[in-house]
């Protein structure tokens, strides 16, 4: 959300795009902010809009709940996990 209010004349792809491959090329780790097969992944989950382009704006603009946080390929936040919790 902070890099949509830094720059909002980019579009949610190009925010998506920044934080994700520009990160690694800047840390000059091409293989970081890609998915591939067999490749370690951190990535989360938000809840699906009825387009994809208005979902992926709500994640960059911080308006989208986490559903899932996955670290290395692992689940450490999960809204079910929380959901079981608060019963």
Do not use: I, K, M, N
Not at 4 to 25: D, F, I, K, M
Not at 37 to 50: K, L, N
Not at 74 to 87: F, I
């Amino acid at each position: 959300a902070a890099a949509a209010r830094c720059w909002p004349q980019l579009a949610p792809t190009q925010l998506l795009q920044l934080a994700t491959v520009g990160g690694g090329r800047a840390l000059s780790l091409p293989r970081v902010g890609t998915l591939r097969r067999g490749a370690r992944a951190d990535f989360v989950s938000v809840p699906c809009g009825a387009d994809a382009d208005g979902t992926l704006a709500g994640y960059v603009h911080g308006e989208s709940p986490l559903l899932d946080v996955c670290a290395a390929g692992r689940s450490v936040l999960s809204s079910r996990t929380r959901a079981a919790r608060d019963d």
